[in-house]
């Protein structure tokens, strides 16, 4: 007996690649939302690492920050320690200064024939008051503390006789002005 196929071929072919092609689209899909739910997943990861970095990181700003603040109130004291050293310096080598000068200045007095009674600083300025034998005796004194290298001029403001003990003498006052530095 002899068999016929009353099916067309063709469409038991076309059936099978139509279910074939919708087996692949669905694989093909389901790949496709599998990949789209790794890299969802990969980076809900990663944005939770780097929020937790970012939160570390803010943490070790504010204490980096804590610690920069305390640096700079240590560099401010640091700064004026040192300015206050600087003062302390200047006046312990300014601290025998007046004394040295002083002494220079009395060693710059005739023995015998001027005596100062008076010495007074202001500023830059210098006040002697004394007797001296005569006005030659003066003279000489002022001539002697105008080369005395603290000293920049000498001016005579008075001058007069005066009767100390019986004897004649004359009485003076310079005005001195001192060089800048000293």
């Given at each position: 007996m ?15 690649n ?11 899909f389901?790949?496709?939302?599998l ?13 939770g ?6 939160t ?6 504010k ?5 920069v603040?305390?640096?700079?109130k ?10 206050k050293?600087?003062?302390i310096?200047?006046?312990e080598?300014?601290?025998?200064y ?7 200045l009395?060693?710059l ?16 300025s210098l ?5 001296g ?9 002022m ?6 290298p ?7 403001v ?5 009767e100390?003990a ?6 003076f ?10």
């Amino acid at each position: 007996m002899i068999k016929i196929n009353l099916i067309p071929y063709h469409e038991k072919e076309k059936k099978e690649n139509l279910a074939r092609q919708i087996a692949v689209m669905a694989g093909a899909f389901l790949l496709f939302i599998l990949c789209l739910a790794g890299v969802y997943v990969y980076m809900t990861v990663q944005v939770g690492r780097l929020e937790t970095k970012l939160t570390e990181s803010r943490d070790k700003l504010k204490a980096l920050e804590a610690k920069v603040g305390d640096l700079d109130k240590y560099k401010s004291q640091i700064a004026e320690f040192e300015l206050k050293l600087g003062v302390i310096g200047t006046l312990e080598e300014n601290r025998v200064y007046p004394v040295k000068m002083f002494d220079d200045l009395a060693m710059l007095v005739p023995q015998k024939s001027v005596w100062l009674t008076k010495i007074g600083q202001s500023d830059e300025s210098l006040t002697l008051e004394g007797v001296g034998r005569d006005n030659i005796a003066v003279a000489g004194f002022m001539k002697t503390i105008e080369n005395f290298p603290a000293i920049q001029s000498v001016d005579l403001v008075s001058s007069k006789k005066v009767e100390i003990a019986e004897t004649t003498l004359q009485q003076f006052i310079f005005s001195c002005k001192l060089k800048k530095g000293f």
